[in-house]
């Protein structure tokens, strides 16, 4: 069969990735196929892709999670069980959307702003016909457009004009609240992945799939060979070329090019003094400006802010560096709680995922137009190569349990294709 490529293979399966779709295939398939090799390459230092946990420079037990961080629909989300098989703590206090504390404002009408974001939110629900952009359903001057586009910036990653309707009206978390892993969902992630053998600082650069009797891959630490080989790196870097294939599959950096990721950074101050701001509590940074950061002030009760930028406004704070961000967070804090808080904030670490290498960016969105390809780039290729990650789930992107779903997925369309020896 077109997967069976014989005993001379160096590995049954290869899988290009560490993040958390390469991290469930790889536990799914030493699971169920305890008797396929397994080779986890991953180009970067650390396993966790875009779930990274680091700690607070002096203070123990404190994790800071610059990139995924809320369980999303967490009663069905599969890493909400592995927390507790890997000794892992889920906190259940409620996310500021599913009403956990936000801080609140004088002289703002609140209950405005609720209805004209929730009337946006149900015209994009109410859509149909052909595709369109998010920015589409705004309602022209209505005065509360600068919050709502900045909702819908966090949400994809992007402005409203690049992501489609179809694509936002497809997403479901599934069931459940969104809870959070104290120790950290990096942290999470990157023990999940422990068992499995796994290469650092290897970066794939070309697959070969010229042979029906293997796959060859090339690396910057030279080449191997496999029966079946599993791509689960960002669509970024799809869309880059930075792996070849040979021959090449246009169709797959087709579907990957259109749906690019997103940008979401987060920025994490320390707080001098925490009797200087409210614990767990959100807050917004501006009511009527795009360009604005959300901010989770002492999260878990941890003197730190912790702040979120996402699109056009991340990268330029990425691009001006770790000093903008700080200034731009503190000034929108100030304008809250006056100018002496500065004082009372220092960088602890901040994100830059547009820049990291091997990743280059947070998560997909579909442009106008383009939400079915997340199909087109899962499907197998020849029954030997395929694909996952958070770009490939229809109705999970964005998310590390889509991510998961479809690393889980894969490994048994992979299981299913090797035939066993006997």
């Not at 009408?109 to 149909?128: M, P």
């Not at 016909?129 to 990653?157: C, F, H, K, V």
């Not at 989770?296 to 000093?323: M, T």
């Not at 304008?335 to 547009?354: C, H, K, N, P, T």
Request: glycine share 12%; net charge negative; hydrophobic share 40%.
């Amino acid at each position: 069969m077109p997967g069976d490529s014989g005993r001379d293979a160096e590995e049954d399966v290869v899988i290009i990735g560490a993040g958390a779709a390469g991290i469930a295939a790889a536990r799914r398939l030493q699971a169920t196929r305890p008797d396929l090799s397994i080779l986890l390459l991953e180009a970067g230092d650390r396993l966790g892709g875009r779930a990274w946990t680091v700690g607070l420079s002096g203070v123990a037990g404190v994790a800071l999670d610059l990139g995924c961080g809320w369980l999303h629909g967490a009663r069905t989300n599969a890493w909400t069980a592995i927390a507790g098989e890997v000794g892992l703590t889920v906190d259940r206090t409620p996310a500021p959307w599913n009403g956990g504390r936000q801080l609140q404002r004088d002289g703002v009408d609140r209950h405005a702003g609720q209805e004209a974001i929730g009337a946006y939110f149900e015209r994009l629900e109410r859509h149909e016909g052909n595709d369109t952009d998010l920015a589409a359903m705004l309602e022209p001057g209505n005065s509360w457009n600068g919050q709502i586009r900045a909702i819908g910036t966090y949400i994809t990653g992007a402005e409203l004009e690049r992501s489609s309707i179809v694509d936002y009206n497809r997403y479901d978390p599934g069931p459940g609240p969104d809870w959070r892993v104290r120790e950290g969902y990096g942290r999470l992630v990157s023990l999940y992945g422990r068992p499995v053998p796994a290469r650092l600082g290897t970066e794939v650069t070309c697959i070969d799939h010229r042979h029906a009797g293997r796959i060859g891959i090339e690396t910057n630490r030279g080449g191997l060979s496999a029966r079946a080989v599993l791509l689960t790196v960002s669509t970024n870097v799809l869309a880059a070329g930075k792996i070849a294939f040979d021959p090449p599959l246009p169709d797959k950096i087709e579907a990957a090019t259109r749906l690019p990721l997103g940008l979401a950074n987060k920025l994490f101050l320390r707080l001098a003094n925490p009797e200087a701001l409210p614990a767990d509590t959100h807050m917004l940074g501006s009511l009527s400006r795009c360009a604005t950061g959300t901010y989770q002030l002492q999260p878990f009760g941890v003197p730190v802010v912790e702040a979120y930028f996402a699109g056009d406004l991340a990268h330029d704070l990425e691009r001006q560096g770790s000093a903008a961000a700080f200034s731009f967070a503190a000034d929108e804090l100030a304008a809250q709680f006056g100018a002496d808080i500065r004082r009372e904030l220092s960088v602890a670490a901040m994100s830059a995922w547009a820049a990291t290498p091997h990743i280059g960016g947070s998560y997909s969105y579909a442009q106008p137009g383009a939400s079915d390809l997340r199909g087109l780039l899962a499907a197998p290729h020849d029954e030997r190569i395929f694909f996952a990650g958070e770009a490939c789930s229809r109705s999970r992107y964005s998310t590390a349990h889509g991510a998961y779903e479809t690393g889980f997925a894969a490994a048994d369309l992979i299981a299913g294709s090797l035939t066993q020896y006997p």
